[in-house]
């Protein structure tokens, strides 16, 4: 997983180095963002922590208000969550929510509300493999626009994921680094 890391942060560093351009004012926030994403998700009622890759399209309504979604997935083959035992456990996650904030010409600061859900896989394919649970995630986002074009963006959240068929609801601190291309 740490080669999918050091290969989104050497895109990163690759589109600030493409993209650079002197400084000028920014008259309009650009509408849409599409960018890729390393997170890590940590699950504190497993003691267990995820890596995984993602990626997010953001529609930006006003220079403080947007919607997203994002999807990540988390590969590693630690513990089957459906019925809590070691075997082959990949994860896929999505949210679909709004975040706002205020914004300036180099950085922005919001706030996030994404309810979605997590599926916790077996390994094997189809629909029966494995559970999907509700999930919210709740945090900030602090963005730094280097060039018109191009957006880091960094959460930080907790994952609220319901446990139905276990009965609990747990607490889960998830961090995001990633870039974007706006448009």
Known sequence: ???MFFLVLFAAVLLLIVTAQ???AQSETPKVELGAQYTVLRLRDFDTTD???GGRITYNITDGFGIEGEMNFFPERRINFATLSSGNSRRTQGLFGVKT???SDGVGIFGKIRPGFIHFGDGTPGPSSGATEFALDLGGVFEVY?????ALRFDL???I?????LG???HNLQFTAGVALRF
């Open 1 to 3: 997983m740490r080669s």
């Open 22 to 24: 002197d400084a000028r």
């Open 51 to 53: 890596s995984g890759v």
């Open 101 to 103: 904030g205020i914004r």
């Open 146 to 150: 280097p060039s018109r074009p191009v």
């Open 157 to 159: 959240g907790d994952t």
């Open 161 to 165: 994921i319901r446990f139905g068929g």
């Open 168 to 170: 609990f609801t747990s």
